[in-house]
Structures are given as C-alpha cells and as structure tokens.
C-alpha cells in the first residue's frame, strides 16, 4: 500500500511527488499518457520564475526526473475510479486496482478546440489556449480571441495592452461576460468586437496561420481577417469524470480550498482541476507542493495515534 498516490503526471502531480518522495513517503504517480500534462505541448515558457526561457517539453521532463530521483515510482496506466477501503483508498485501473493511504486527484484540464483543421499543427506556433501564457510572444502584432465568457473578454483585454490590434469573434448576439468586462472591451480602441461570427476555416501561408475566415451566422456574409495569433478562449474541460462520485465537484472542477482538501478526508486535489481562479504552472505546482505536504501531515498525525 503506498503513503500516497497521485493520479496525474502533470505540473501539478509532479511536485506533489517531489515533495512526497522528499518526505521520505512511498509514492506513485499514475499517467495515462506522458507526464508532464498541457504544458507539454507549450514551444516555449517564459513566465516560470528562474528560468528565462525553456520549451515545456524539457521542463516536464526535467519535473520528471527529479520526482524519479527522489524515488517516486511512475505507473503508466488510467486511473478510473477511487473507493474507500477500511485502511485507505482503492484505485482502480484499466487492469489493476492500487491500495494508498492518501490520494492526490492532480488530474488537471484539457482546452476545448475549434475543430479546423490544421488547428492541432498550429497549437504553439499561431493558435493558443492561454493569452497569459503566449500573449508576450504577440507584442505589436495583430490577434484574435474566441469566445464570449469572462475568459475570452479578459485575455482580448490583456492582449490589447500589447497586441497592435485584437479582434473579439463571438458566435452569438449577446455575450456571457460580465457587463463591465464587456463595457471595458468596448471601449478599448485596438479592440474589435465581431458578433454572430464563427471561424469557419483557418488560412495558411508556409505553413504559419496568416488569417481566418468567418461565417456570420445572421447576414450569412464571410469576412477575412489577417492575424498573427488566434486565442481560443472557448472553455475547459475538467478531467475529474471518474472521481465525481468519490468527491464534491462543481461544473467538474474538485472543490477543494487553498489546502486542496476535498470533502474527503485523505483525498486531496491540485493543480487546474481544482476549482480556482488562476490556472498556470506556478499555481499548479504551489497546488501540487499544498497537497504533498497536507497528506504527509495527515500520515504523520495518523502514525502518531496508532504509536
Ligand atoms: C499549449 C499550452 C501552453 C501553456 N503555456 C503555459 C505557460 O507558458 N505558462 C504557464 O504558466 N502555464 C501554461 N499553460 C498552462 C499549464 O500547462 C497548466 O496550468 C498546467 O499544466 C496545469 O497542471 P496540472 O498538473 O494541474 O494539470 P495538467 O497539466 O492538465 O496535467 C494533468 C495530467 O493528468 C493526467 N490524467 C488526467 N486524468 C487521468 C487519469 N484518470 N488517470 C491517469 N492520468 C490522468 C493527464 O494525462 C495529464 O498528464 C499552458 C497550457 C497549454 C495547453
């Protein structure tokens, strides 16, 4: 039986186990696919403090092999559900079940797409789910954002702060943001906002997105625009499906506090699948470091009553 085992190899999952495996706990960390989670797919990071510039590939890896080093064991396989036992948590797996004292739920996110084609080849190099993250490599040129929510209206505001100009394509009339977030888009000058409008086809020269072309819904016209960088702000899907029984979730995302305790105790959760406002790497792993060290606490305190 493991002191602690961590679903999701992630940012999160992985400094979890480095703080678990640095407290002298037995630790696994179970992967359904590479570790290393979203970040993985990022050319370049350039907001992860201490590092000027690194490609989120090599930084997963280098997350990786710290946590091996320090003698977390790494299973590859999808966790698929989480019980109760009397002494612990059972993990079940595709062909396998593991026993554990505690569990850390770091089972993150995934961006919701568009659906064009070429939309994955260009995921990096001219298409981004995150303004934050790839906003920088932007500066002076001309974008888009889709989406109507909060998020899609903030990153078109943050984006106009260095971008030369960002149009805002939504799908229909009337946006869900807030008021205010849509009043403060409004009123940015280098800030147009296209209603009705959907992107139907992305447009390619050598390779590197040039422009997209839109469908509006009402006047049935297409209409070109020439940018450098697409924004998807269209949504994120919580990877939290298989545990939604075991713990309380809202629209997916683990309930869970700054402690990343969930309603039950022993399981805790980390990273972008806990519900929070900010999702990054720094938060990600601050979660992942949280949860570590709240399970070795509830280890140790458990250890002291049965000494
Ligand atoms: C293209 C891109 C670029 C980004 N760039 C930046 C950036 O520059 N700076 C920044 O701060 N942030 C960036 N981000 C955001 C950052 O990557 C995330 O905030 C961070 O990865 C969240 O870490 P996490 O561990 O919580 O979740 P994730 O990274 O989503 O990892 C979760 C892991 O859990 C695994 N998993 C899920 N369910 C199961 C299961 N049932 N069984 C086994 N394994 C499971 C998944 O396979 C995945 O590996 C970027 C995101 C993307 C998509």
């Known amino acids: 039986m493991y002191d602690i085992l961590i679903i999701g190899g992630g940012p999160a ?49 280098k997350m990786t092999e710290q946590a091996k ?40 996110a995934s961006h919701r797409k568009l659906g064009l084609s070429q939309e994955d080849t260009l995921t990096g190099c001219g298409i981004s789910y995150c303004a934050v993250c790839d906003g920088a490599f932007y500066e002076g040129a001309d974008v888009a954002v889709v989406g109507g929510g909060d998020t899609a209206l903030q990153d078109a505001l943050f984006l106009a702060n260095t971008c030369r100009s960002v149009t805002l394509i939504h799908r229909r009339d009337t946006f869900r943001a ?72 809202e629209n997916g995302y683990y309930l869970a506090g700054e402690d990343t305790k969930t309603c039950l105790p022993g399981i805790f959760a980390a990273g972008d699948g806990r519900k929070k406002q900010v999702r990054q790497l720094t938060t990600a792993v601050s979660d992942g470091a949280a949860a570590a060290l709240a399970a070795c606490r509830l280890l140790d305190a458990q250890q002291g009553i049965s000494e």
């Open 69 to 108: 080093l320090l003698g977390a064991e790494f299973l590859f396989t999808e966790a698929a559900g989480l019980s109760k036992t009397q002494d612990g948590f059972l993990v079940s797996c595709a062909d396998d079940a593991l026993e554990a004292k505690t569990v850390i739920l770091a089972t993150g």
């Open 178 to 249: 807030s008021a205010q977030l849509v009043r403060r888009a409004q009123a940015q000058e280098n800030i147009r906002i296209l209603r009705n409008c959907t992107v139907q086809k992305l447009l390619l020269s050598d390779d590197s997105l040039q422009g997209a072309e839109l469908l509006n819904s009402k006047t049935g016209e297409t209409e070109r625009i020439y940018i450098e960088g697409l924004f998807v702000a269209v949504g994120q899907m919580p990877q939290s499906a298989p545990f939604q029984d075991a713990v309380a979730t």
């Open 13 to 61: 999952g992985l400094t979890a186990a480095i703080y678990a495996a640095r407290a002298g706990k037995t630790v696994a960390v179970l992967e359904r696919e590479t570790p290393g989670g979203q970040i993985v797919s990022a050319p370049l990071v350039e907001n992860y403090p201490g590092i000027l510039s690194i490609s989120g590939a090599e930084l997963a890896q």
